[in-house]
């Protein structure tokens, strides 16, 4: 293997993603039909799948109206950045200019073949998946911009039931018709919701004509919804607040623009015993919490991304009593869950956006990749859930007579594959096909082959090193590493400067594909090491696995907010050397520099001016 001079690879243009063929028919179309004061949402499910029947009247039709708006929106939703680049819309203007003399139906095929080639995930929005249990109904989607999962529990007791249902996952068709459809539904109107293959038919149908869709899901958007589903399950941090406080921050982001250069995150201040304090970046706009105190053993400052897709949960508010918070880590997933009366709503948002590789890496460390691992655990598992559609964890350790870590690995693996969900609002796993086909799950384990070689780098082979991390105030934290490639003979040195965000700002290495290429053709295998090496240190740390006292290399921040200001103390440790840095967040801080004779003194001092600092009331806001 060699990861130094690879043109004809590395160098080369990059092919195209990888995609799952994802088929659809359906028997009719979905739609609300209304008719002398009643009206029936049929809701179409795929022929390629099993049978799933539903037909109950639903008791509050508004609520439930404004609950599928809210998923609608998050499926369609796109927060990507689109820079100013005027080369899609030259490349359009061509198109158009060579297809002005064909006719209709020319014209709008050549114009879905550009689509494709340039824009292919404008066909993304996979219908959303829904899933029938003696307990609830579930409608699963993920967003376009693989930045949001979302997931709609309704209790059977938000229904009243006119016949025995038919349990399963299939898909629906759901349109923009259907949503525009949804729009009518009224209080006043009785409303039956029926879910079936049959649908509403065409009145211009045939026998055996259906509705076919065909759709290309790149594997990176099907990943993203396993994964981001999956760690749902790690551990976390859980506080709860009041829906005016969601609503207070939505209203404030609503009023004010970002500012360009500047922080835009939303931090969430946990302290024992009190409430929480959601902060906005950069105005550190302060709003407490008023849902109940934080029942945690520690402080810690989390820091989230991608803040601005809670808006899209704002129709739903109204109708919600609760809002809890499940927080994994800075810039890591987050889940909010809207509790309202019969029915829960699940987002998760992902601590990044698709182009955003750093991020993204940082998260995939935190979940397993034993793609070759034995199935006979999740096989178990499966086989209990067949009898009993969902079961919490402790259940399943009982029936399957696994240890937790092998049932974790086990339940971790199944919501990878497609096979299993954790459903976060009941705390229970449910047997959930997502596909009607198995997904395969070597090609979801990592999204190319610099991906692959990195990973083989750094886990199996142990050549990645960081040799140095460097906090530089105002620019965030920069990190040099050294990667050893034996077959080359040689040693590369990647060096990147990750932001408070956790994005890299700057990314720099020694080989010969990053003095040819840049970042034009992605990060090098050896900055996707290094970052992979970085995520992994912070991981194992957030998760209480480095019980080693004695470290060479590594940086934390502290916060603690007064009447005078938030006040910020960075702590770095080079080896002998101990490096303090403190003062307000918006002023010019001050520097401190110890010197040791030993790595040991010096990491000896460092955990102690950490104990030092958390006993004062400072937060541990290091950034993932």
Known sequence: MSTGDEPRDESSEPSPPEATEIHLSYAGVSSLVTSEGTSRLALAANLRRDPVRFDATIKDPLRFREAMATLYA????DFRYIPKDRTAYLAY???KRESSTLNTWQAQREYFSWLLRNDPTSFVVLDPVITVHPDQVLFEVFSKDEGAYAKLGIDLDAFEHAGDPTFGTTNIDFSQALFQGLQQMRSYR???LTINQEGVKFATNVAGEVLEKQIRVPDSWLRGFLQVQSSAALPRERCTLAPIDLYNALRHLRMHADRKGQRRGLRVELIPGEPPRLVLEPWNEVIPATGGNYQGKGGRVVRLWG???????QRFLPFTEEVEVHLLGSGLPSFWILRSQGMSLTLGLTGFTAANWSQALNF????PRKAEATTKPLDAVIAHLKKRWAAGPGELAKETGLAWPALLEALQLGCQQGRLMYDLANDVY?????????IDPTRMEFRDRRERTAFDLLVRRDAVKIVSENRIPGSGLELTGQVVVAEDKREYRPLMLLTDEGMAARAECTCAFFRKQGLKAGPCVHLIALRLAYAAQEARRLQGLDTQRVITVETRSFSRRGDGGEEVYLLSLERRRLKIRWG?????SRLQTFAFDSNEAASAAYFARIDELKSRGFLDATAG
């Open 93 to 95: 203007q061509r198109m």
């Open 364 to 367: 995939d460390m935190l979940l």
């Open 190 to 192: 009785e409303t039956r």
């Open 584 to 588: 307000l967040d918006d002023q010019s």
């Open 307 to 313: 803040r601005r897709r809670l808006s899209l949960l």
């Open 74 to 77: 998050i499926v369609a939703s």
């Open 430 to 438: 449910r047997l959930r096909p997502l596909t009607d086909e198995p």
